[in-house]
C-alpha cells in the first residue's frame, strides 16, 4: 500500500510539473503575439538571448531573478 501512495504522489508531482512547464510555455507563446516576448516583466529591460536560449519561457531577467530569490 506505501508503495502504491508514493507511486501516485509521484505521478501527481510530475503531472504538476508538466502542467506548470505548459503553462510557462503558453504564456512565453502569448507574449510573442503581443510582441511583448523577450522584454522583463519585473523591470522592462531586455531580456538577454542567452538567457532565453537557456529558459524560452523566461519572464524576467537574470538581474530581477537574483532579487526574487534572495
Same mark, same amino acid.
Given at each position: 500500500?506505501?508503495?502504491?501512495?508514493f507511486?501516485?504522489?509521484?505521478? =501527481? *508531482?510530475? %503531472?504538476?510539473?508538466?502542467?506548470?512547464?505548459?503553462?510557462?510555455?503558453? +504564456? !512565453? =507563446? *502569448?507574449? %510573442?503575439?503581443?510582441?511583448?516576448?523577450?522584454?522583463?516583466?519585473?523591470? +522592462? !529591460?531586455?531580456?538577454?538571448?542567452?538567457?532565453?536560449?537557456?529558459?524560452?519561457?523566461?519572464?524576467?531577467?537574470?538581474?530581477c531573478?537574483?532579487?526574487?530569490?534572495?
Amino acid at each position: 500500500l506505501a508503495s502504491e501512495t508514493f507511486e501516485r504522489e509521484k505521478d =501527481l *508531482a510530475l %503531472i504538476e510539473n508538466v502542467n506548470t512547464l505548459l503553462d510557462q510555455v503558453n +504564456g !512565453a =507563446l *502569448a507574449k %510573442i503575439a503581443a510582441n511583448t516576448y523577450g522584454i522583463c516583466d519585473a523591470c +522592462g !529591460a531586455q531580456i538577454p538571448e542567452t538567457r532565453l536560449r537557456a529558459l524560452p519561457y523566461a519572464t524576467i531577467c537574470v538581474s530581477c531573478q537574483s532579487r526574487y530569490e534572495d
